[in-house]
């Protein structure tokens, strides 16, 4: 055993929480409902000798994007089903964004398995058709391989290739006996001469997960043993010693005998062992009832020694597809265990002592009132910010808008938007390619104004200071002096593009970094996610390309660096790539360029929020933020098989969802950060997804002043806004669950619905007058409509970030257990604050508290939901927060507080002739 075997006391596998609840003193008792898994021996595993095989050829054709990898089956020796054969896509000549997708098909497989060895005959095909006027292709493969075992002490690196996207890669989720060696055999594309190839491949060898016995997966290898006489379940995971991409994980899961009950619990209670490993935490896993995957994120910290910890269900969120955002379980058939392998730990030990589903009286049951308080007299302005920023409603448009779809292009009211340009960068490309913005912009009826165009290269190319990094440089100079001269300009270019986006994903350059055919390397970039080297790289062409523009033409505007989520790769992406830039070219910085798929629309106004900390710390000013892609694409895999309409269907419904979530949070509470939105959706006119359109359609007369209205719920934001003489007010229902509303009085007349059903997807429908809109059912909308009153006040809110006591940036803190750090804030206005905002991470129901400089504490507010957010913390009257003191719990498991920002709320008299 790794581990001290200790106590055999009743075992609970918590599945996952990022907001997890330690038992302290004093809590309520919890009542037991279900023992998922106990001490005891697991349950007996059904007969299955069924294992997986995966045979991995790494760089055929001597190009290492050409692996190709094939998976069977086989049952007592013999192969068993189909075979499934994944390959990257093969460029050729084509330009990257149009890769052709080949079709794959495997000739012959037959392998003998006996004495640790692994032969047999490999065969398949490649193909594809004629395309973009490129000819067919075809790849045929032959070849003979003899494979070893490898010693089981000896975990090799399943996958050579840790540089490319996992949302791109083509390899199957390998784990179990690992066998190496070589083949040989013959390569040949089309008519040329077959190549004779011998190189070195692996294959792999696993049993499936089946009824009763935990099986191993992810992308590291691991193994979990138990005694026959019971007692804990010892999970040790072989991560890997270098820092990789925070996705990559080792699992353990397993399928249970018969569905455990869950219905009246409302928590998980899970008891393990482990070795102290710094800032690691084990999530866990579920398959509710229906075979839906959740997860709950760093529900398990390794801190060393034995521990119990609570799971709020609520906090579990979807891996996959789901129909809600909220995991609502009537029973839980797999449980499972996931260790991040980003920090690289090494190999890491736990034991499994027990698993329990409880009813626990200290979370918070569900509040189905929602209070809402607003004062249509007045108006609100966040850090001088008083209007609702139209680019905020905008889309990414790629192509022409046919001319049966542009009234309801031009329906939706798109505030922006964002067109991109594949250029050579050479200077007689200097102004923007404008046929298909300028159509977009008449067809969409936006202004000129808050179009934003990108120029790039190919999505996919190595970048070009990989080879002559100062002819590239003087490339962009030139670039930018033409775009200076051509550009817009209020007297000479007046219908030219004012906004101007340098380059498109520059983060994604880490795919050609560390590479093992490159000479490119950064020690400190982990995965695809670029690091500190390409972060210089491109603050140098974006400084270059702007000030040469600049210098010829001050009226440009420039955003850049197309991040990804700053929040990506466990914030690395925001501390190792986008912060770098920032220090280096804010003085050129008109705005920040970001994107993000996937997540929850509320998660990003936290990430914003916590940029806009290290932001103000590094260079004294908020810098706007402008999402130039955005979408949800968390539901995209199907839940159910391909021929299940559910997936599809709840889609749509997420889709909406995930725009109204975001766009309603930015507005209520970083509208002097939100610069403008893109939703990556049209695409020649085509909507991807009915979902998003209905919310755009929704959203579109939401223009205009702040209202200052508030939500008791922060999961049922809601924002007024005054455009005119009519005030528009929209709540969305972030819950899975159906919410009433309790209205300060006046209560508006309500207006429209954005519904969804399973037959008709979502939809805008009209209110009619029986109908109160008190009630919100699960993931849809209301909108309120009414005639804007005289104007008598002004809320001024101030909002300032928490800085170390050096005046360095305060974000991203890990607070152990115990621990404690102090924050101050800068240029505060007369008064006291009236909340705390708190983005944390891990943060259970009295974890952490915050102590003021009058000795007063106050506990933080807790993370059950296990996703960013903001949280509010209203303070006493009078209060100084001039300076506070954050402290852990010393019975807590740690936390990390990723920012916190002090609220000033002031009200003054408007003056009339306003």
Not at 427 to 452: C, F, V, Y
Not at 669 to 693: D, Q, S, T, V
Request: hydrophobic letters at 40%; charged letters at 20%.
């Amino acid at each position: 055993m790794l581990l001290s075997a200790g106590s055999t006391s009743a075992l609970l596998i918590l599945l996952g929480a990022a907001s997890v609840l330690n038992a302290m003193e004093n809590d309520p008792p919890m009542t037991p409902i279900a023992t998922i898994f106990s001490g005891e021996v697991l349950p007996s595993a059904r007969p299955d000798h069924r294992q997986q095989v995966v045979i991995g050829l790494p760089g055929i054709g001597g190009r290492s994007d050409r692996s190709v990898f094939v998976r069977t089956h086989l049952r007592d020796g013999e192969q068993d089903g189909q075979i499934d054969l994944r390959s990257w896509q093969f460029q050729e000549d084509l330009q990257p964004s149009h890769i052709r997708r080949l079709q794959r098909v495997v000739d012959t497989l037959e392998f003998s398995l006996e004495d640790g060895h692994l032969q047999g005959t490999i065969a398949f095909t490649l193909s594809g058709p004629q395309q973009l006027g490129n000819p067919a292709v075809e790849y045929r493969f032959r070849g003979q391989f003899r494979l070893n075992q490898s010693p089981e002490t000896l975990p090799p690196l399943l996958r050579s290739d840790f540089s490319t996207p996992s949302w791109r890669r083509v390899d199957f989720p390998l784990h179990g006996v690992v066998y190496t060696g070589q083949i040989t055999g013959t390569w040949q594309r089309n008519d040329d001469p077959p190549q004779d190839i011998l190189q070195e491949v692996w294959a792999a060898r696993s049993p499936l997960l089946h009824t009763g016995t935990p099986v191993s997966g992810g992308d590291w290898p691991s193994h979990w043993q138990q005694d026959a006489q019971g007692g804990p379940l010892i999970w040790t995971a072989f991560l890997p010693e270098q820092v990789v991409d925070a996705s990559e994980h080792a699992d353990l899961r397993w399928r249970l005998p018969e569905p455990v009950v869950v219905r009246e619990a409302n928590a998980l209670r899970v008891t393990w062992r482990s070795q102290a490993h710094n800032d690691l935490a084990a999530n866990v896993i579920i398959h509710d009832h229906l075979g839906q995957q959740w997860q709950r994120h760093g529900a398990l910290p390794l801190l060393g020694g034995e521990r119990t910890t609570v799971i709020p269900l609520q906090g579990f969120t979807p891996s996959w597809y789901t129909a809600l955002f909220d995991l609502d379980a009537e029973a839980i058939q797999t449980i499972g265990l996931s260790l991040s392998a980003g920090h690289g730990p090494g190999t890491v030990a736990m034991e499994l002592l027990a698993i329990e589903a409880v009813h626990d009286p200290s979370i918070a049951e569900r509040d189905p009132t929602v209070r809402i308080t607003w004062d249509p007299h007045a108006l609100r302005s966040t850090n001088g910010q008083e209007h609702v920023h139209p680019a905020l409603f905008g889309v990414h448009g790629v192509g022409s808008i046919p001319e049966e779809r542009r009234a309801d292009v031009a329906a939706m009211n798109l505030g922006s938007i964002r067109t991109i340009e594949h250029s050579s960068f050479s200077p007689k490309n200097g102004p923007p390619e404008n046929n298909e913005l300028r159509q977009m912009i008449t067809h969409s009826q936006s202004a000129m104004s808050e179009a934003i165009h990108c120029f790039t290269r190919g999505l996919f190319d190595p970048p070009p200071w990989f080879t002559h990094p100062e002819e590239a440089l003087q490339r962009k100079q030139a670039f930018g002096a033409a775009l200076g001269r051509h550009g817009y300009h209020p007297q000479h270019h007046p219908d030219g593009v004012q906004w101007i986006e340098v380059w498109n994903e520059p983060f994604l350059w880490g795919r050609h970094i560390n590479r093992a055919y490159g000479n490119v390397h950064d020690p400190r970039q982990a995965g695809h996610y670029s690091g500190p080297l390409a972060a210089f790289h491109y603050a140098a062409i974006y400084n270059t390309l702007v000030g040469a523009a600049r210098a010829e033409n001050p009226h440009l505007r420039f955003a850049g660096p197309s991040s990804s989520a700053f929040g990506a790769n466990d914030w690395r992406q925001l501390t190792d790539f986008v912060l770098p830039i920032i220090a280096a070219t804010h003085h050129h910085l008109d705005a920040i360029a970001e994107h993000h798929y996937q997540g929850r629309g509320h998660q990003f106004a936290a990430e914003w929020l916590v940029a806009d900390a290290a932001i103000q710390a590094i260079t004294g000013r908020s810098i706007p933020i402008w999402n130039t892609e955005t979408n949800d694409l968390s539901d995209t895999p199907g839940g159910w098989g391909d021929s299940d309409d559910r997936p599809r269907l709840a889609g749509q419904r997420k889709r909406a969802a995930y725009q109204l979530d975001e766009i309603l949070h930015h507005i209520s509470h970083i509208p002097h950060i939100a610069r403008g939105r893109a939703i990556h959706m049209l695409h020649n006119g085509r909507f991807l997804n009915p979902g998003e359109a209905a919310a755009m359609h929704f959203l579109a007369p939401l223009r205009g002043a702040i209202v200052p209205i508030d939500s008791s719920d922060p999961r049922v934001p809601i924002v007024a806004t005054r455009d005119g003489e009519e005030l528009i007010i929209i709540a969305y229902n972030d819950h899975a669950h159906s919410v009433s509303l309790e209205w300060s009085d006046p209560m508006p007349q309500p207006d429209a619905r954005l519904t969804w059903d399973n037959t008709h997807g979502s939809q805008v429908r009209s209110i009619k007058e029986h109908d109160t809109a008190l009630e919100i059912p699960p993931l849809q909308a209301v909108r309120w409509r009414m005639p804007a009153p005289q104007l008598q006040r002004h809320h001024i809110r101030h909002l300032r970030p928490g800085l170390a006591d050096d005046g360095g940036p305060a974000i991203l803190r890990r607070f152990h257990p115990g621990d404690s750090h102090h924050y101050r804030f800068a240029d505060t206005p007369d008064g006291s604050p009236s909340h705390l905002w708190v983005v944390s991470e891990g943060m259970g129901i009295n974890h952490g508290h915050v102590r003021f400089a009058c000795g007063q504490e106050l506990p933080l507010p807790a993370d059950t939901l296990g996703t960013r957010m903001i949280r509010s913390l209203a303070l006493p009257a009078g209060v100084d927060a001039s300076s506070i003191e954050i402290m852990a719990h010393p019975n807590s498991h740690g936390f990390r507080i990723a920012s916190i920002s002090a609220v000033w709320d002031m009200w003054s008299k408007r003056d009339p002739s306003q």
